[in-house]
């Protein structure tokens, strides 16, 4: 995808237009009402074959990607966002990526393994960006906009304009993380919500990668956990970079589920949340944060969640705006572990 936008990233900018696949649904059309009315606009159109002609929150719907964006006011749609059974995400994706979407987003959970990497490599040779499986979305306080349902109802209470970026398997935790910073003087650049599938169509390491270099970017905090590589990857990422003059933001990483290490073989939540053969231990992904961290002096890993502030504060990552937490009030307000800082 060129870059010809002023404000966000290639997954979601000030150019950014949304097609939704499955838009007739209860979960779609609730999201897609829902983002009409905080941000009106974005999203352009909506697919589900048999119900064109309908409308969803004044969208219009059509029966196939090609008869929506042969609308000579529907031509500047860019980015498709998936809400289909299963079964039905790989017809989708392709059909997407045949209509010329760069990037897609996929909510569903539960896609077969064997689709994902079947449209994993048909979109990388095309050049197309796939977010998810079982991503929550994208949001970019500072346009303002979003894809997905991220930041629920009402966004404001977690998200507000500021220099972090936040990247993590979990949807639900990014928003209380941009919370938990939010109170603290921290806004959100861009909340990106990755999925926690065993295959990532959008791992860690190319987020990095495409935010590297953006000035609107103070810090970055990474959100991760037991199984697969992708953490370590995102380690090796940062120390390229920074080997290369391409890195220079402080980063504050914190991987759950070290009570796990003797447990190989169970998953836990997210589907690709499993030790396997002694692969995906968070202890062996802490250590390369770690090492990396000694490395460039650029990263800290939290010992536990909430002391991720504590990481960002100590790698003076300036506040974008005052401390609302209450005089007296441990920090964060919800916090029962009395821990020195990280």
């Known amino acids: 995808m060129e870059k010809s936008w002023t404000v966000g990233t290639k997954y979601l900018n000030d150019q950014t237009k949304v097609i939704v696949i499955g838009i007739t649904g209860r979960e779609a059309s609730q999201v897609v009402t829902e983002t009409q009315n905080l941000y009106p606009g974005i999203i352009k159109a909506g697919v589900t074959p048999g119900k064109g002609g309908q409308q969803v929150a004044g ?3 059509f029966n196939t990607v090609k ?3 042969s609308r000579e006011e529907l031509n500047d749609i860019n ?4 809400y289909v059974p299963p079964a039905s995400v790989k017809d989708a994706v392709i059909e997407l990526i045949d209509a010329g979407i ?3 987003y996929i909510i569903t959970e539960h896609v077969p393994i064997r689709d994902t990497v ?3 490599h048909y979109a990388k040779e095309r050049d197309v960006t796939i977010v998810g499986p079982t991503s929550l979305g994208c949001i ?3 346009i303002p906009a979003r894809i997905g349902a991220i930041g629920g109802k009402d966004p404001s209470i977690a998200y507000r ?5 936040i990247l993590s398997k979990s949807g639900g935790l990014t928003t209380t993380t941009a919370e938990m910073f939010m109170r603290r003087g921290w806004g959100v650049y861009m909340a990106l919500a990755l999925g926690g599938d065993i295959i990532s169509c959008t791992t860690f390491s190319d987020a990095i990668e495409a935010v590297a270099e953006d000035d609107n970017v103070k810090g970055l905090i990474i959100q991760g956990e037991v199984g697969g590589t992708y953490e370590e990857q995102a380690a ?3 120390l390229e970079l920074y080997k290369d003059g391409k890195w220079n933001k402080p980063v504050a990483a914190f991987v759950a589920g070290k009570f796990q290490e003797g447990l190989e073989g169970v998953s836990f939540g997210h589907a690709g949340a499993i030790v396997e053969r002694g692969k995906g231990k968070a202890t062996d992904k802490i250590r390369l944060f770690n090492e990396v961290g000694k490395e460039t002096g650029l990263v800290k890993v939290a010992e536990f969640y909430h002391d991720l502030v504590n990481c960002i504060e100590e790698l003076g990552v300036p506040r974008d705006f005052e401390d609302s937490t209450p005089e007296g009030i441990v920090k964060p307000i919800y916090s029962t572990i009395n821990r020195e800082p990280c």
Do not use: C, H, M, N
């Open 59 to 61: 969208v219009p719907v």
């Open 67 to 69: 008869e929506a964006i």
């Open 79 to 82: 980015t498709g966002l998936i």
């Open 102 to 104: 760069k990037v897609i």
């Open 118 to 120: 079947y449209f994993y």
């Open 140 to 142: 970019v306080p500072r």
């Open 161 to 165: 304009d500021g220099g972090l970026v």
């Open 236 to 238: 090796e990422k940062i």
